[in-house]
């Protein structure tokens, strides 16, 4: 769940990070009160859920508070990758003489936050590692151990620094570390922590993404920085057919059958456990196949639940087929989910024989889902088969028929 | 509408026995069985798919009151 530049210098500055004079504009007069309060040129930054706002245009600056008034109305309509704000955050301009980079994200290898360090911010962090390697440290961190300033001073070492910024900095990346650590983040970026010219250092610009499972236990601050229970601060909107698939999920405690993302393939997918909705997804596009949708069904979901997923699946028009794999289970029941699928197959219109391309869930009450599946002429597999190699039966099943 | 793959018949005698009939909506982990004042034991027909195959209806009852039959066998 991604924060607004606003909201994550809010949390920032709770934290004692520094940053500037600031004020969030909702409207032309806002705007100009903001600059007018700041007394000196100031910058206009669009609150998108996105990068690219510079090359968007969608950041300017303003000498003068009629000027940044004139702004606002230019910027507030800019569409940053597809996303328009409703407000725009005026802050003070600032002389840089230097910038830096620090983040903290999940190492997805390692299954550890990695803290990452450059003293050339300001610029794509992937360029500055491949171009100047010397000039990022990467420094993995235990969510065990405390973090000490002694890490974050050999991260910041790391890339060169010495003397007084080495000094000046070390509190800031201990404080980012921190704050990625208490709210349970997947990402804390500033990007560039700032040198001014008369020594002082400043968060410029940052953000900061809180893990959507964590919602819950942060719900004091997400409701203490304005974000409404609605909002779903996705990378863009659900479409139709992704609330539908969160509605599914919703409507029954009992098991997963949702967190459905849509694309534009024809082979539907009812997927899940344990990891297994990537690898199957994965494993349909390598043997060459497009799936329609990703989703995730798991834990126990109820018959009515598996069965308004499958229909959902099958109301795209395109969508011929679908593929029914799971991961090998032990805690969903196979027959419960074979007939939740066959009665959404059935419901829909459809032969569940010529539209289930494969019915892969190894797991608890087999034999019993096996007695169903054959009733309906389903082909089925079970643990023997790999779900790569039963992701490359569905595909061979859509592939023959086109 | 009558389940797809299952179908549960409660004889008639545990049917009318207020008693007996709240002790199915007790033990049925997914409300098969509904008790409304005055009348008979109820079949929830919408939930009978979810059957968990548990046998506690048929274990807490005298025995052949209650028979779960699946439809795809
Ligand atoms: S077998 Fe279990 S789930 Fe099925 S009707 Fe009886 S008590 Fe309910």
Known sequence: MRFYEYESKELFERHGLPLGKRGLAHTREEAREHAEQIGGPVVLKSQV????????GAVKFADTPDEAAQLFDEILPIVVNGQTAKSILVEEKSPIAQEYYVAITWDGRRKLPVLIFSDMGGIDIEEVAEKHPDHVSQTHISTILPFTPRLAKEAIGATGVTGSALNRLTPIVTTLVEIFLAYDLTLAEINPLVRLEDGRFLVL????????????????????????????RQARPPTPFETAGAKVDASDHRGVAGNVVEFDGDLGLVIGAGGGSLTLFDAVRKHGGRPANYCEIGGNPSVKKACELTKLVLSKPEVAKIAVMMNVVSNTRVDIVARGVIKGVVESGRDPAETITIFRIPGSWEEEGFKILERYGVEYCDRSVSM????????????AES | MPGMFIDVKVSEAVAGDAELSAKLVEVCPVSIFAQVENEPLQIVEENLDECTLCDLCIEAMPKGAVEVRKLYE
Request: no cysteine.
């Open chain 1, 49 to 56: 859920l996105s990068g690219g706002r510079m090359k968007a």
């Open chain 1, 205 to 232: 610009d940052g953000h900061i993404d809180l893990e959507a499972e964590a919602r819950d236990k942060h719900s004091a601050l997400v409701e203490e920085l304005g974000i409404g229970a609605d909002e779903t």
């Open chain 1, 388 to 399: 790569y190699e039963a992701a490359g039966r569905a595909v061979a099943k859509m592939q």
